[in-house]
């Protein structure tokens, strides 16, 4: 069982910066793809980025060039460093590991951690 904390979230103004981190306790950290998910109340919950166990990053396109996703394998830990936000960047967001074994997929989500951007 893996327990995911997100932490980093808060209220900032247009333009401004956030780094969320979310810290991975019970598994092998290393052999998990991590991923950053956000939600809208009332909408459905979209992937925002995802680092692979072996390092490749993807991002969803509203966010390229603006957020970074990184890990620390040593540290059992995921980040999220979000750059020039937009007020549409607002919602909550979640840290999600995954994992295949054998053929048995495995799913973790955090509690989610709050961003708002508004002036």
């Known amino acids: 069982q893996v327990q995911l904390v997100e932490s980093g979230g808060g209220l900032v103004q247009p333009g401004g910066s956030l780094s969320l981190s979310c810290a991975a306790s019970g598994g092998i950290f290393s052999l998990y793809d991590m991923s950053w998910y956000r939600q809208d109340p009332g909408e459905q919950r979209e992937l925002v980025a995802i680092?692979?166990?072996?390092?490749?990053?993807n991002y969803q396109g509203s966010v390229k060039g603006r957020f970074t996703i990184s890990r620390h394998n040593a540290k059992n830990t995921v980040y999220l460093q979000m750059n020039n936000l937009k007020p549409d960047d607002t919602a909550v967001y979640y840290c999600h590991a995954y994992q295949i074994t054998g053929n048995a997929e495995v799913t973790y989500w955090g509690k989610g951690t709050l961003v708002s951007v508004s002036s």
């Open positions: 680092i692979t166990s072996g390092g490749s990053t």
